[in-house]
């Protein structure tokens, strides 16, 4: 049988929520993964160190026993963040980075930040204390097609913050277009991205083509195919400022399957094997280890894990849904056949 080993991997970009929804989604990441980068886009939202620690105790009480898994922190910068908090979290062993969610622009942003340019004293502050900053790329105007939010982000606003922060590490997260894989590209070695399964996957028609699939709505929205094929060569091509950030973000069935739907796919249930097909059709799969297991660590500075996963050359059937007790959530390609599977 062919089969696949590489290096434990990371996942750089993950939601794992709270509560019973924490209880259902963190098993399958802790079999895959040995750390993942913690979105700290909860109701309410987590802004301090102290609510970070608080918070990865819970994510530890979550992961099953027997499963080595750690929880790699994040904060919630809003326009009250302090340079006192920045200080303290880049001195925390616990804290990786802060994430900017422009207020508005996708689950759990309201507290994000309206004005970009007036938190420039805070980049300031995690480029001198030199804690990585995290992006969500996109412009919130109602008059920007939804389409062009994350072009027009990157002309916007992130070239400025780049041209200003030049030391400051920033992390360009989920990209989406071909202009953002350019901007990564063609940006210092201080500027990376992590790329989703989705959007490696799919095109948009996989949202709206045959009927409206809710399941595979999510922000950054999934762009038209021209733009997949240029994550498909960023990813695959070996170029280290590209890494693996599922975005696996859970919401329950109820929820996504919705007349105003929440926006996230759940994928951490088989996030390798999805990748693991996008590299193959890619005729990339020697590509997957260094994207998934070694540049995300070199980037955040964390020793690279020991161990390794094998995937299987083995079909298998996706459930149609994940939980239990009133929790139902629908992960990416239910009911369909994944070609790969995790020994
Ligand atoms: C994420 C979520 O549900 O928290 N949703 C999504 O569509 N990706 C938030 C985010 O990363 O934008
Ligand atoms: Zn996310």
Redesign the pocket.
């Known amino acids: 049988m062919k089969t696949l080993t590489i290096t434990r991997p990371d996942d750089l970009?993950l939601?794992v929520r709270n509560g019973a929804v924490l209880k259902t989604v963190m098993p399958h990441t802790a079999r895959q993964f040995a750390r993942a980068i913690i979105?700290p886009?909860l109701k309410p939202p987590v802004t301090t160190v102290d609510q970070a620690v608080a918070y990865r105790e819970e994510i530890l009480a979550a992961v099953p026993a027997g499963l080595d898994f750690t929880p790699l922190m994040t904060l919630y910068l809003t326009g009250s963040t302090t340079v006192d908090e920045i200080k303290k979290a880049a001195e925390s062993e616990h804290i990786h980075a802060f994430k900017l969610?422009p207020a508005g622009?996708?689950?759990?942003?309201d507290s994000g930040v309206a004005n970009i340019k007036a938190v420039y004293p805070l980049f300031a502050a995690m480029e001198k204390f030199d804690i990585p900053l995290l992006i969500?790329g996109e412009v919130t105007d109602d008059a920007c097609d939804i389409f062009d939010r994350e072009r027009v982000f990157i002309d916007t606003c992130l070239t400025d913050v780049a041209k200003n922060f030049p030391g400051l590490r920033i992390v360009v997260?989920?990209v989406t277009t071909t202009e953002a894989v350019q901007f990564v590209q063609d940006a210092g070695a201080n500027i990376a991205a992590t790329i989703t399964p989705q959007h490696l996957l799919f095109n948009r028609n996989a949202i709206l083509a045959g009927g409206i699939k809710p399941h595979h709505?999510?922000?950054?929205i999934i762009k038209r195919e021209s733009h997949r094929l240029a994550l498909v060569e960023a990813a695959t091509g070996g170029n280290p400022k590209f890494f693996l950030g599922t975005?696996s973000?859970?919401?329950l069935t109820s929820l996504k399957e919705n007349a105003c739907g929440?926006?996230?796919?759940y994928s951490a249930h088989a996030a390798l094997e999805l990748y693991a097909e996008a590299f193959e059709r890619a005729d990339a799969l020697d590509k997957l280890e260094g994207f998934a297991s070694f540049y995300g660590a070199d980037f955040y500075r964390l020793p690279r894990n020991s161990g390794t996963v094998t995937l299987e050359k083995t079909a298998w059937k996706v459930p149609s849904v994940y939980g239990e007790n009133g929790v139902s959530i629908t992960p990416l390609k239910a009911n369909e056949e994944l070609s790969w599977k995790l020994q």
């Open positions: 970009h939601h979105m886009n969610y622009a996708t689950t759990n942003s969500h997260e989920h709505y999510c922000l950054p975005d973000a859970p919401h929440c926006a996230g796919c």
